[in-house]
Every structure is written in C-alpha cells, then in structure tokens.
C-alpha cells in the first residue's frame, strides 16, 4: 500500500513539473548551435518553438548577423557563449532576457561593436568572460548586472576602450583578471566593487592609465601580481587593500613613469614575501625592492625567493649596502644597463639559484665583481654586451644548471676566465660573436647535457678547451665559423647523442679532431665546407642513427674516413653538390647500396660518383683481384630477351656470373664449370624489369664487371 502511495506521489510531481516546464519554456540544442546568418537568428523560434535554454554552446562567427532579436526569448545558455569576427554586429541587443551563462561568453574581433547593450539582464557567468579585440568598444555598458564571473576576466586589446563602466555591481572573479593593452583606458573606475580575484591580477601595456583608482575595495587574489609597461601609471593608489598572502609573486616593471609603489599591500608583502620580486625599469622610487623597501620604512635582508635586477652603476655598488651579508641568492639575477662599468659589488655572492643573465651592458669590459661565484642554479646567458673582450672574474664558476649562452658579443675575443668551469647541464652555444678567436684557456668541461652549438663566429681559429669532452647529450652543431680550419679540440668526444651538423665553414680542411667519435644518434651532415678534400679523422666512427648527407663540399674528393660506419645504422644517404668529388666507393656506402634502409640521392658530384649507378659500379669494381678486361664480352647490350656472355680464356677455367641490381644488390648467381676458350653462354632476361644492371664475372683471381641495360 506504501509502494503504492509514492508511485502516486511522483507521478502527481511528474505531471506538475511538466505543466510548469511547459508553461515556462524547455531546452534545446544539447549539441549545440552555430549562427552564421541573420535567418538562422531570425528564424530561432519557428525552429525551436518555446526553446528558452539553449544546453548546449552558441557560436556566432564570421556572420552577416546585425542583430540577435530573433533570440529574445532565451534566458540561459548551458554551455558557452562565442560571439566573435562578426563585421555587421552593433551591439547585442535581443539577448535581453539572458540571465545566467554556464560556460565562458567570448565576445571576440567584432569591428563595428560599438556596445554590450542586450546583456542587461545577465548576472552571472560560470566561466571565462572575453572582451578582446573590439576596436569600435569605448564602454561595458550592458553588463550593469553582472555580480560573478566563475573564470577569468580578460578585457584586452580594445583600441578605443577608455572605460570600465558597465562593471560596476561585479564583485568577484573566480579565476585570473587580465587587463591588457587597451591603449585608450584612462582609469579602472568601473570596478569599485570587485573584492576577490581567484587567480592572478595582471594590468599591462595600458598606456594611457593613470592609475588604479577602482580596485580600492580589491582585498584579495589568489596567484601573481603583475603591473607591467603601463606608460602613464605614475601610482599604485588603488591597491592598499590587497591582503599580501594573498600575492604568490610581485611584478612591477616597465612602468616608465611609476614612482609611488608604497602603497599597503606591497609593503606587507616585501616584509614577509611569499615568492618572487621583481620591481626593476620604473621610475625613481620604485624602480628597485630597495627603493619601495626603504618608502615602506622596511630593511630587507636576502630575497628569499629572489629576484635581484640591476639597471645600473649606483645599483651594482649598493647591492652590499642594501642586502647585506647576502652572498646566496634564491631567484634569478638580471646584470642589464650601459652605465655599469664593473661588478665590484658582487664581490659577495657565491651562488645563484637559477639564472644570470648579463645582457646589453655596452661600458662592461669583463666580469670582475663575480670571482666568488661557484654555481648557478639555472641559466647563464651572456649576450649583447658591446665592450666586454673575456669572462675574467667568473674564475671560480664550476657549474652552471642548464643552458650557457654566449651571443652577440662583438668584441668579445676569448673565454678566458671559465677556467674551472666542469659542468653545463643544459646547452652551450657559442654564437654570433664577431671577434671570438679562441674558446676556453682550460680543458676541464666534461659534461654538456645538452647541444653544443658554435656558430657565427667569423674569426674563430681554433675549439680550445674542450678535450675532457667525451658526451654531448643532444646535438653537435659547428657551422659558419669562416675561420675555423680543423676541429682539433675534441680529442675524448666518443658519443653525440642527437644529431651532428658541421656546415659553412670556408677554412676547413680537415676533419681531423673527431678521431674518438664512434657514435652518432641522428643525422650527420657535412655540408657547406669549401676548402674541406677529405673525411679522414672519421675512421672510429661505427654508427649514425640517422640519415647521412654530404652536400656542397666543392674540394672534397674523397670521403675516405666514414668506411667503417654499420651501414645498418643508416636511414638515408644523400651525395650531391659536391664538385670534385670522384670517389664515394667506400665501404659503408657500398654496404648500404647493397642493402638501402631508405631514400639514396647522389648527383652533381664529379664523374664516379655523380649518380647511384656508377658508385655502385664502382662498389663492384673495387673489389681485390685483377681485372679481365677484354677477356669478357656480353651483348646485345641493351638486351630485351636473350643475353650472350662471351669468354675468351687462354684455357679451361671455372668461375661464377653474378647479376646486381642498380643499388648493388645480388639478384642471380651462376656457377660456371669449365669453361672453355671461346664458349658463348645464353641467359634468359626477358623476366628482369627493365633499368640498369651489373654483371661480375669471377674467374679465379680475376674479375670483370659489365654495366647492363634491360629493356
């Protein structure tokens, strides 16, 4: 009797919630819907009669659409909402009874779009609102009711955006907030009631906001701080209320005319930071943590997470003053300014927990200041720096994290300096540095666990330093360096575990220096070497794990060097451009033509080598034994059906016929029992696919080799 009752009870609520669905409207498009035409907007309820929710997402893209009247009717959107690259669409108005959007709303590279009116009605969005590329957009006005959004907030790149109103009853963002080069905004006046952010604030390339008026009632976000290249930001007035652990990490930089950033929230935050700092390139009195430091009336001891920027001089010389007895440093360190003449000040520091990076200093001769210096966490990169001629004062640094780059330093003319320098966990490449005679004055690298480029270097003779060498984890590249003639230098290099590329460079005459290598996994490519004749040097080397390609070396002739290569590491071989090149007919090539893994080019080099054909010829011709000459005739050549070999022997011989295919491969063997003076053997080769074949004719000690061509 219960059971009875409750299947009554929910069939009345069934038949109620129904009456009441349908009194109301219903869902459609749990698949969603794309508008393309004004039509398919107009003609929405004839096609969804009493439809209110759409479940699925809308996408409105690239459309004559002008307006959304024929969606009047709808009140929520269950999935997301892509309003975006319509050129004819004003504003928004017909989506008036639009209240709630489930997903994110994306109103995108609309250029007519001159207003959000039609969103009046909207209060909350559970995902992502997108404001971005607008150009006709001076104001948000239509989003008047808007209280939530769940995701993030991007209002970016809307040329003439001035304002934020239309924000006014928005109180919190669930996820990041990014204002971004709206190069109109004056002011962030429409966002006085915003109170929480949960992801990061990021307010950059503005370049007429002036301040940040509006986030004042702003007490808490949940990642980094950014207010960055704000050109007419003079204040951070706005953001006293921000709670500081809030904050995972302060940016404040290339904001060219800030000078007030004492403001309550970032000096809570430099009293006990939560991570990085980074407050660099903005005007006097907040262009250094010292600097807003010593506004907040704050003494800062070693950043405990970093990160230390010096644009000059006074900031070089001051850095024992302001952080005293900081000789380990946590973070990155930026050395980038043309006043700073010397590192004297750094005489201190010991260790770096992850990068330095000394880059366009063009007063700075060397590195004196850093002798303390024994590890860096991360990456050194020394680029761009005009004046400085060696790496003098980086005489105790042993090991650097990941990559060391060195580039574009014109009158840099060696690394003397980096003599105890053993370990680079990532790359090292040496590039672009016009003036580069020589590498390192010690020999004591012995790991690079990444590539090993050197490059551009147009006066560098000689790769000093590097024979402790004995892996390269990724790959080798030596390429354009004019004055390079040998590779002497590697003399323990056994393994490159990527590719090797040793390219244009015109002085190289020789391979020699890589005389221990034995193992390449990638490709190799000599290519470009205009004064290079041979490959000797190459002798130990048994395995590339990839294609080889020899291209464009105009004086080579001979690729002696490579023969010992397994022939079964190879994927592709490719031999061309090569002017003077006559002899390819080497062991490993020979091996791989007879068995090719892959795609076989050779072209354009000298006669005997200057197609696949004749290096496989050659291939069977350079075999021990002495040649039989005219001892052997075969015809008619070229042949369609039947094939004389015709033997003019001195006596009774045996022998073998051999026939080879155009790569070298064996096709057919005869054995031949006495064969008499003068005998005349038939062979049917009517069945062979036409193209070019080899005959070898062993005839005890002496051999003949005959092209043959099949019709």
Partial sequence: MKKRSLLIVLFILFVFHNNAFSQFGKTCLPEGVFFYTQQQIDNFQTDYPRCT??????????????????????????????????????????????????????????????????????????????????????????????????????????????SLEGLEQLSTVGSA?????????????????????????????????????????????????????????????????????SISDLNIYDNNLLSYCAVES?????????????????????????????????????????????????????????????????GSVSISGNSIRNLNGLS???????????????????????????????????RYNKALINCIGLDSLENIGT????????????????????????DLQIRNNNELISLFSSDKISQIRGSLRIDFNGKLNVLSGLDSLSIIRGNLTIATNYSLSSLAGFGMLNTVRDYVYIGSNNSLA?????????????????????SLTDLNGLENLASVRGYLKIDGNNKLTSINGIENIDASSLDDLFIYNNNSLSSCAVQSICNFLASPNGTIEIHDNAPDCNSLEEVVYACLVDVEGKPLLN???????????????????????????????????????????????????????KDLPAGIYFLRLRIGDEIATRTLVKL
């Fill in 53 to 162: 929710k759409i479940v699925g997402n809308i996408t409105v893209r690239t459309s004559n659409i002008t307006n959304f009247n024929g969606l009047d009717v709808l009140t929520a959107v269950g999935g997301g909402m892509s309003i975006y690259n319509n050129q004819f669409l004003p504003n928004l108005d017909g989506l008036n009874n639009l209240t709630f959007v489930d997903g994110g709303l994306y109103i995108h590279s609309n250029d007519i779009l001159n207003s959000l009116s039609g969103l009046e009605n909207l209060t909350s969005i559970e995902g992502t609102l997108d404001i971005s590329h607008n150009d006709s957009l001076n104001k948000l006005v239509g989003l008047e009711n808007l209280t939530s959004i769940g995701g993030e907030l991007q209002i970016r790149y809307n040329e003439i955006l001035n």
């Fill in 177 to 245: 907030a990014k204002i971004e080069c709206n190069n109109a905004l004056h002011n962030l006046s429409g966002l006085t009631k915003l109170s929480s952010v949960g992801g990061k604030l990021s307010i950059y390339g503005n370049l007429f906001l002036k301040n940040l008026d509006g986030l004042n009632n702003l007490t808490s976000i949940g990642g980094k701080l950014i207010i960055y290249n704000n050109d007419s930001l003079t204040s951070l007035s706005g953001l006293d209320n921000i709670a500081a652990g």
């Fill in 266 to 330: 970032v000096c809570n935050y430099l009293a006990e930071p939560g991570g990085e700092i980074n407050i660099f390139n903005n005007s006097s009195g907040c262009n250094s943590p010292t600097e807003v430091a010593n506004e907040c009336g704050i003494t800062l001891s070693c950043l405990p997470f970093g990160n230390y920027h010096f644009s000059n001089q006074t900031d070089i010389d001051n850095f024992q003053a302001n952080f005293p007895g900081c000789r380990e440093l946590a």
């Fill in 348 to 382: 201190g520091i010991s260790s770096i927990a992850y990068m330095l990076s000394i880059s366009n200093n063009d007063s700075l001769t060397n590195l004196t200041g850093l002798q303390r210096l024994k590890m860096i966490g991360g990456e050194l990169s020394i």
């Fill in 403 to 426: 990559n060391f780059l060195i580039h574009y330093n014109s009158s840099l003319t060696s690394l003397a300096g980096l003599d105890n320098l053993t370990y680079i966990g990532g």
């Fill in 510 to 530: 020789s391979i020699n220096g890589l005389n221990n290598l034995s193992l390449i996994r990638g490709f190799f490519t000599v290519k470009n070497n205009y």
């Fill in 631 to 685: 001892h052997v005739s075969i015809y008619p050549n070229p042949v369609s059906k039947n094939l004389i070999v015709e033997f003019d022997l001195p006596q009774y011989e045996t022998g073998s016929l051999e026939f080879y295919n155009s790569y070298g491969a064996i096709i057919e063997t005869h054995n031949l029992n006495r064969i008499p003076k003068g005998q005349k053997l038939s062979f049917d080769v």
